[in-house]
């Protein structure tokens, strides 16, 4: 495994597991696209790659912070085949999550991805879910000023995703939106929705006590260790397969009050 990773050019010989995942996904999506051809097997089809894909939006968020491999045209690629799965670009996480979020998630009123009202209440999921969406290329391009460089790969990621996007909509429109146009709404508005749970009611300027963990072995399994959220938030550039080990480091540090939100309660 080790060899293979090098060979493919990858930091981690963690990251074959996600890369997999992509190159898998991509594979039966373009095959759904070209030979799906009755209307309920093309959405039927297009259902049941919609776990991956959900499992592959967590991989762009670790691919925000860490790229996979070490040449930058193959971050890129991967960058676009992801975005195809998931409607998530990495750079424009890099600049909503790592230089927004990450900056500001111990105070919720400067936080982009803020789960309290401007009356600083507490905002139901559907609130969340909208604010979030709706003010999302906003504050993409609010921080994108004092990030000229990432901004203007932003800006070649959307221009290439839609050129591809719009290609596919030529060749089979019908198709196109099955596999392509609804799941890039779902999986964003899904990742969204899960990332409702992860500060909601901390208002601690504390790192060790403003970001909630769910620390279930088969969650973070297939979320490539999304769990470990408040370990993320403390080192934002650890590799997330090193997530676990430091979360165990840093356990006795952490006074988070247990969470009655759904995702944490189930899933701590």
């Known amino acids: 495994m080790r060899h293979l990773a090098r060979w493919l050019g990858l930091h981690y010989q963690e990251d074959l597991a996600p890369l997999a995942l992509v190159a898998g996904t991509a594979a039966a999506q373009v095959t759904g696209y070209l030979f799906a051809h009755e209307l309920r097997t093309a959405i039927a089809w297009a259902a049941l790659l919609l776990l991956p894909q959900i499992a592959v939006s967590t991989a762009v968020h670790n691919q925000s912070h860490v790229g996979m491999f070490s040449s930058g045209w193959r971050n890129r ?144 399994l297939v979320f490539f260790n999304n769990g470990y959220h408040l370990a993320h938030h403390v080192r934002p550039g650890l590799h997330w397969s090193r997530l676990p080990a430091f979360h165990r480091q840093i356990e006795h540090q952490i006074d988070v009050p247990a969470s009655q939100s759904g995702l944490n309660r189930w899933f701590r």
């Open 77 to 220: 690629v991967l960058e676009l085949v992801m975005w195809l799965e998931t409607g998530m670009y990495a750079a424009k996480f890099r600049l909503h999550h790592s230089r927004g979020h990450h900056l500001h998630y111990t105070e919720p009123e400067r936080d982009p991805s803020r789960w309290i009202d401007a009356g600083g209440r507490r905002m139901s999921r559907l609130a969340y879910i909208a604010h979030y969406f709706f003010t999302y290329n906003y504050h993409v391009l609010r921080i994108g000023r004092t990030c000229k460089r990432l901004r203007q790969r932003c800006l070649g990621q959307v221009a290439a995703s839609y050129v591809v996007l719009i290609g596919l909509l030529l060749h089979d429109p019908r198709n196109a939106l099955i596999f392509f146009v609804a799941p890039i709404v779902l999986v964003w508005l899904n990742f969204i929705h899960m990332t409702y749970d992860d500060h909601i009611d901390l208002y601690s300027r504390d790192p060790f006590k403003a970001s909630h963990t769910k620390a279930n072995i088969w969650l973070n």
